[in-house]
């Protein structure tokens, strides 16, 4: 592509940016001369250039469009919504075009009679309704409207179009500056006028991004000269001769750094530039009358920040109009106008931007969104009698939720709040919310205005270093240890059954030892106080303790390893003054971890006690194996490896069709083969085949799901968010980093056989149903076992936490057998168990305990605890056997005492 | 400190002595001599300080500062099922790239740089004890001694994502 062609498209992209901003402007306010004048002399300019260049589908277009402007120009024509909507349409067009013309450096072929009719159609004063009614299928079809970015070697030669350069500003000394970059009001004056010589020169991204990464490099080795030049200062006891040098280079240094983050900064209106057309099109798909404020725009911040919140910005914008704006007819009861309003605001505030999006619809409806809450699981009633509405209202954060009742085409497909989240928060920022019922609900996003270098906090933990971005942290409070003497005020590290946690201002603060965090080996210390950095997370704050805390030293975050990604604890790694490497801590993922492992860590204390090289295995406690795999997308899905019998790699030749249904001969048997994706591949030569199989009983029964690929076992925390409105998948959990669909294989298991589950080869059914409780915390281990069970012939109940399980037993409900986890919030198993024994209608049922380590010191525990028997999550016929087996025991007088098989 | 004996080899180096013939910069692990093709290599460095990092692959020695770039450090001998090194040994690490990202290999001694002809090249012998034949790219029959020719990328195909499938 020549250079010529290159500016072309830079300069078309901006153009059109622009005039999508200028025709919603025009269609409000038709008699605004000088927008109209800009649309016309953008449009004009466009035409002229492709006719330069040789680009005749593109004349045409632009010509035809520029016909109708020049009648509206000239009055000949008013300005109304059908107008607009056509010349929308053409722009449209022209950016497929041009698009094409950015990947394949040609003109692509295509058939724009249709649109240049109904131009020319409006230009003769006809109305071109029906022309806009077909134009939509037309203006999708004949353009594959792939993303820009393609070959590398294109994007060498032309950026990619959108926003693909910033305009620098002159050095200061010069003249006075303009706003760093051309905000789109002044850019067709700059363009076009520039008689006074160029107050701008356009420089390609990556020339700034390596400018900046030399600067960081720059702005460390400084740091390491000026602790190298104390040093020898301290040493001699003089200053040297480096000592004004140095000083001198340190300043340069910072005005360079700072010079330089200048000319990464952009207006945040950048990212703003398409809502207004969006907004637009948006009232009109949804009948409703729409109104966009956008203030601050000229608001700047770092590009690399501005590229990470356009998405969410946009998805929030759509979100406000669809489901937060009620139809001009309801407002219009409410006695409100009948235009809803959604208003952007940027502004600085310290080291952050604020943005806020607010409408002023009807607002988030709290019970609405406490009913969705029952029914997806996500809570549990009682939890939810202690919230109130703004907490009740942040749950449409959590993954899977989505308030609006039908799911629309503009959104509500159940993907949205908590992805804006995930985005923001992995960017370092914080989002909230506020909503009055009938006023209106605001989101309040706080980001970093840079990502290149951030303050940290340096610690150390078990003879470590590791950095914790300051942004996170909210304070430092030291603690003590121990009891000490009556004068020492400084509040106490206490432990709720091993679980520490500090008081502080009235107020139970978790915290987590970040040596134990890590697995790190801890160091024989007779410290009686530690350090509590307290870090906000989302909106919760977590205490972290650590052996030491350094000073704060600015950091350049610099991304981890490829091998080393998956390790969720970190957000990067750089390196210090001292020129040593060090790790940064990610409080999200410190949050994530300690969720799964606060549960764990309570028996914890008694293994540590019990044997001190169990302390590594500690870290790893709740970790569940998983197999990854893929079928029918690219996105990884998974189930518990315990359930896996074997995995297998089929030749196409060896799967048979049996009555229509695909099998294939395996160990001397047929066995039913499932396609998760819903057939099986004819081209695939091989096929990954994951063997479930059943073996109690006499016959052994096969069951293969057939999957795309076999991806690779993981061990990691196993943290299902349900959305259980997809048959065949229990929810979505985050799994190595990714989002990942957890299967349910439960589902897929009766469409190989219907009969699957309902097959009882124990006898109980002729002697009534017996009853089980099964208390377990842990949705998915529920929605596992509460079907197998039932399989088996029990009356299945089940209570999400021993509280639940307790107010049954008040409740004078009675059951033949208890089955529950050990390691669940609040109350645990043995805690439960002991409860259960020491008096009541429950006193002598058995108890069966779920665990995922059956250790001898587990074992001898919980034994001493009360329970009955001990099995291994997942071991479905251990379960089925020992309930069989205590059942039995408790029908005769004495309930035994039996731990054959965790043995 | 850092000792750099190459710094990013010209093609017309070494490299191209001959034809078919290939040239390596040499190692040894645990006495075991090993060769790494040289144009992937960017620096030989003595003895560095490592950051270790927590809960990863005990392969993974750490992390180290290269010129104001961080490099993720790979116990060779760890990675191969070796015995660890006497105490206080000091250890050499030869730096190579790989996608873009620098990885250093800590290796016990690193010798020099050898052209190898390509007649004296061997598959892997069936019989070479698996830590071996899945990092070995293949043998060269040295007067008097053995080279083992190291896959790079099959040796920093740690993590995860990767351990499963083997």
Not at chain 1, 466 to 479: D, G, H, T
Not at chain 2, 43 to 49: H, N, S, W
Request: with cysteine.
């Amino acid at each position: 592509m020549d250079d010529l062609l290159a500016d072309f498209l830079t300069e078309t992209n901006e153009s059109l940016a622009e005039l999508d901003v200028a025709l919603v402007k025009l269609e409000r306010a038709p008699d605004d001369d000088d927008t109209l004048a800009l649309i016309f002399r953008l449009v004009h300019t466009i035409k002229g250039t492709c006719g330069f260049l040789g680009l005749p589908r593109l004349e045409h277009v632009a010509h035809a469009a520029e016909n109708v402007l020049g009648r509206v120009r000239d009055k000949l024509l008013p300005v109304t919504p059908e107008i607009v909507t056509v010349i929308l349409a053409a722009l449209d067009r022209i950016k497929e075009i041009v698009e094409g013309l950015a990947t394949s450096g040609t003109e692509i072929q295509g058939d724009d009679t249709a649109l240049v009719e109904a131009l020319d159609a409006a230009s003769n004063g006809r109305t071109p309704a029906p022309a806009s009614a077909t134009l939509a299928p037309i203006v999708s079809a004949p353009v594959v409207s792939a993303p820009v970015v393609v070959a590398p070697v294109v994007v060498a030669a032309a950026p990619p179009p959108p926003a693909p350069v910033v305009a620098v500003a002159p050095p200061p000394a010069e003249a006075p500056p303009p706003p760093a970059a051309a905000l789109p009001e002044q850019a067709p004056e700059i363009q076009p006028e520039s008689a006074a010589g160029p107050q701008t020169i356009r420089v390609g991204v990556d020339v700034l991004e390596d400018l900046m990464t030399l600067v960081s490099e720059l702005v460390l080795t400084r740091n390491q000269l000026l602790q190298l030049a104390r040093m020898q200062e301290a040493r001699n006891g003089e200053p040297s001769g480096f000592t004004v040098p140095l000083q001198r280079l340190s300043h340069i240094t910072s005005d360079l750094q700072e010079g330089v983050m200048k000319t990464r900064m952009q207006p945040i209106g950048h990212a703003w530039q398409k809502l207004p057309r969006l907004v637009r099109d948006l009232a009109r798909d949804v009948g409703k009358k729409i109104e966009l404020v956008m203030r601050g725009a000229e608001t700047e911040l770092d590009r690399q920040v501005l590229e990470l919140i356009k998405d969410p910005l946009t998805h929030m914008v759509r979100n406000s109009g669809d489901h937060g704006l009620e139809k001009a007819e309801i407002r219009r009861a409410a006695g409100k106008p009948e235009t809803g309003r959604i208003t952007l605001n940027a502004y600085h505030e310290g080291g952050h931007i604020i943005i806020e999006i607010a409408d002023d619809g009807a607002g988030l409806p709290a019970d609405r969104i406490r009913a969705k809450v029952l029914s997806k699981g996500l809570a549990t009633e009682a939890e939810l009698a202690g919230m109130n509405d703004n907490e009740i209202q942040r749950f449409i954060f959590r993954a899977g939720f989505s308030t609006a009742a039908e799911v629309t085409a503009v959104s509500g497909r159940g993907v949205g709040m908590d992805v804006v989240k995930t985005n923001i928060e992995k960017i370092g920022g914080t989002i909230d919310l506020k909503s009055v019922p009938g006023r209106g609900t605001t989101f309040t996003i706080k980001i970093p205005l840079t990502l290149a270098i951030v303050s940290a906090l340096i610690v150390e933990a078990a003879g470590e270093r590791f950095a914790i971005p300051q942004l996170s942290v909210v304070e430092l409070v030291r603690a003590r240890l121990e009891a000490g003497s009556e004068e020492d005020t400084s509040p106490m590290v206490e432990h709720i059954h091993g679980t520490p946690v500090l008081r502080l201002r009235d107020r139970l603060l978790p915290l987590v030892n970040l040596g134990d965090l890590l697995a790190l080996p801890a160091t024989a210390g007779s410290d009686r106080s530690a350090h509590v950095v307290v870090v906000q997370v989302g909106v919760t704050q977590l205490g972290i303790i650590v052996d030491r805390v350094f000073d704060t030293e600015e950091i350049v975050v610099k991304p981890v390893a490829p091998i080393l990604r998956h390790i969720t604890m970190f957000s990067g790694n750089t390196i210090l003054g001292d020129g040593s490497v060090i790790m940064i801590l990610d409080p999200n993922g410190i949050a994530r971890a300690t969720g799964a492992t606060s549960a764990a860590s309570a028996d914890r204390k008694g293994e540590r006690d019990a044997s001190e090289g169990h302390a590594l295995a500690a870290g790893s406690h709740s970790r569940t194996a998983m197999l990854l795999f893929r079928a029918g997308g690219q996105e990884p899905k998974a189930v518990p490896l315990g359930l896996v019998a074997r995995l297998e790699d089929l030749a196409r030749d060896r799967i048979e069709f049996s009555a229509g249904q695909p099998v294939t001969q395996y160990r001397g048997k047929l066995m039913p083969l499932v396609p998760l994706s819903g057939a099986i591949d004819p081209a695939a030569e091989r096929h990954a085949v994951l063997v479930f199989s059943d073996s109690s009983g006499t016959q052994e029964r096969s069951m293969g799901l057939v999957v795309d690929e076999i991806v690779d076992v993981v061990e990691d925390h196993l943290h299902i968010e349900l959305s259980g409105d997809r048959p065949g998948l229990l929810g979505t959990a985050v799994i190595a980093g990714k989002a990942t669909d957890v299967i349910d294989i439960g589902h897929w298991l009766t469409m190989a056989a219907q009969d699957w589950f309902r097959r009882s080869d124990n006898a109980s059914g002729s002697a009534g149903q017996q009853r089980l409780l099964i208390v377990e915390d842990s949705d998915f281990f529920r929605q596992l076992l509460v079907p197998t069970l039932a399989a088996a012939g029990y009356h299945v109940t089940a209570a999400r936490e021993a509280n639940e399980a307790l107010r049954l037993r008040e409740a004078g409900v009675m059951f033949d057998a208890i089955v529950s986890d050990i390691e669940m919030p609040g109350i645990d198993g043995p805690a439960l168990v002991r409860q259960i024994r020491a008096a009541g209608p429950w006193a002598q049922l058995p108890v069966i305990a779920l665990t995922s380590h059956a250790s001898p010191e587990h074992i001898e525990a919980g034994r001493a605890a009360g329970f009955t028997d001990y099995v291994a999550k997942f071991e479905r016929e251990a379960l089925l056997a020992s309930l069989k087996q205590c059942l039995a025991a408790a029908a005769r007088p004495a309930h035994g005492a039996s731990f054959a098989h965790a043995a | 400190m850092t000792t750099t004996l190459l710094e990013r080899p010209s093609l017309s180096g070494p490299a191209e002595a001959g034809d078919g013939d290939a040239t390596f910069v040499t190692l040894t692990v645990a006495d075991q001599l090993c060769g790494i093709p040289v144009l992937g290599v960017r620096d030989v460095l003595g003895e560095q300080t490592i950051t270790r990092i927590p809960l990863a692959s005990p392969e993974i020695a750490g992390s180290l500062n290269l010129r104001g770039r961080i490099v993720t450090a790979i116990d060779l001998r760890r990675r191969l099922s070796l015995p660890a090194p006497p105490e206080g040994a000091e250890r050499m690490s030869v730096v190579v790239e790989l996608a873009g990202e620098l990885y250093a290999l800590l290796v016990d001694q690193v010798s020099e740089v050898m052209t190898l002809q390509t007649n004296s090249f061997e598959q892997n012998p069936p019989t070479l004890p698996p830590q071996w034949s899945e990092f070995s790219a293949g043998i060269y029959r040295l007067q008097g001694r053995l080279l083992v020719v190291l896959d790079v990328g099959r040796l920093l195909s740690i993590g995860p994502l990767l351990r499963g499938r083997a």
